[in-house]
């Protein structure tokens, strides 16, 4: 599993399963070969996320044939289930690969949260892929235990709306010119960043070892952002780009002063 939040977390843990993480490569894709160490006989599912909260970036196709090749060589049946409810929001023409026609027990998991903006509403689908085996036995689990623990029920508004305009997505041209902007800024800054390819985060390494405390220098100067601890992969923070253009250009002042304080240059 990858950068994965404390929510998930607590959905697995609050139903007797454990979130393992198995720590990136250095731009942010998944490391399949320590991804296949940690898989144990105990090992149900593995998740992914991509185009990824919080890093932006895009898995590419042969991340997911090396899962495929993993996965055929576990003791027992494993479902991969991808995360996707960035895939509308790419940007540089990059498309996202698509995962059940490359990984046989794929589960894929998405929302209108983001390609119709409305988050929120919690309304999304799951689908199962038909060359997986247990693919009508899992459906039927899924619809029970969604009736079942209720927490999250589509409302019945946005099950007419989806269905009249579930294929629109919203223009992404803001958010790439405030990536652009954003990337841009931090880099000339100094700071170490991969470039996000989609959805509207950015992820930065932070100029010193505890996020958390980076955090903080930076709410300081009036700038307020996530530690990566929060996602699994800490010495980061999440940037949010769900703000106007001119929040991103009166931002970077405040991260420039917070980067030359964390490496003591005042
Ligand atoms: C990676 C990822 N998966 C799933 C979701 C959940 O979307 P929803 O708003 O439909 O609950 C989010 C929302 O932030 C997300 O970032």
Same mark, same amino acid.
Request: charged share 20%; with cysteine.
């Given at each position: 599993m990858h950068l994965t939040c404390t929510l998930t977390c607590f959905y697995a843990e609050n139903h007797g399963g454990r979130l393992v993480v198995v720590p990136p490569r250095a731009d942010l894709t998944p490391d399949v070969a320590q991804l296949e160490a940690a898989i144990?006989?105990?090992?149900?599912a593995i998740l992914l996320n991509s185009?990824?909260?919080?890093? /932006?970036v895009i898995y590419p196709a042969s991340t997911f044939v090396e899962i495929e090749a993993a996965l055929s060589r576990a003791m027992r049946p494993i479902v991969l289930i991808s995360d996707e409810p960035?895939?509308?929001?790419?940007? &540089? &023409?990059v498309v996202p690969p698509e995962v059940p026609p490359l990984v046989t027990r794929s589960i894929v998991a998405t929302s209108w949260s983001k390609s119709l903006a409305? $988050? /929120?509403?919690?309304i999304g689908y799951l689908a199962f892929? $038909?060359?997986? $085996?247990?693919a009508a036995e899992l459906f039927e689990a899924c619809t029970f235990t969604s009736r079942v623990l209720g927490f999250v029920n589509a409302p019945a508004l946005w099950q007419w709306v989806v269905a009249e305009v579930g294929d629109q997505v919203i223009d992404v041209a803001p958010y790439r010119e405030k990536r652009d902007l954003m990337y841009e800024g931090l880099t000339r800054i100094g700071y170490q960043c991969v470039k996000p390819q989609g959805a509207f985060y950015v992820f930065p390494r932070t100029p010193i070892d505890d996020d958390v405390a980076f955090v903080r220098l930076l709410a300081e100067e009036g700038v307020l952002t996530v530690p990566g601890s929060g996602f699994g992969a800490p010495g980061h923070i999440r940037i949010s780009l769900t703000v106007e253009r001119d929040t991103v250009v009166r931002a970077l002042p405040g991260f420039e002063r917070a980067f030359r304080k964390a490496r003591g240059e005042r």
């Amino acid at each position: 599993m990858h950068l994965t939040c404390t929510l998930t977390c607590f959905y697995a843990e609050n139903h007797g399963g454990r979130l393992v993480v198995v720590p990136p490569r250095a731009d942010l894709t998944p490391d399949v070969a320590q991804l296949e160490a940690a898989i144990t006989p105990r090992t149900r599912a593995i998740l992914l996320n991509s185009p990824n909260n919080p890093s /932006g970036v895009i898995y590419p196709a042969s991340t997911f044939v090396e899962i495929e090749a993993a996965l055929s060589r576990a003791m027992r049946p494993i479902v991969l289930i991808s995360d996707e409810p960035y895939r509308a929001l790419v940007f &540089d &023409d990059v498309v996202p690969p698509e995962v059940p026609p490359l990984v046989t027990r794929s589960i894929v998991a998405t929302s209108w949260s983001k390609s119709l903006a409305i $988050p /929120g509403e919690r309304i999304g689908y799951l689908a199962f892929s $038909p060359r997986m $085996p247990e693919a009508a036995e899992l459906f039927e689990a899924c619809t029970f235990t969604s009736r079942v623990l209720g927490f999250v029920n589509a409302p019945a508004l946005w099950q007419w709306v989806v269905a009249e305009v579930g294929d629109q997505v919203i223009d992404v041209a803001p958010y790439r010119e405030k990536r652009d902007l954003m990337y841009e800024g931090l880099t000339r800054i100094g700071y170490q960043c991969v470039k996000p390819q989609g959805a509207f985060y950015v992820f930065p390494r932070t100029p010193i070892d505890d996020d958390v405390a980076f955090v903080r220098l930076l709410a300081e100067e009036g700038v307020l952002t996530v530690p990566g601890s929060g996602f699994g992969a800490p010495g980061h923070i999440r940037i949010s780009l769900t703000v106007e253009r001119d929040t991103v250009v009166r931002a970077l002042p405040g991260f420039e002063r917070a980067f030359r304080k964390a490496r003591g240059e005042r």
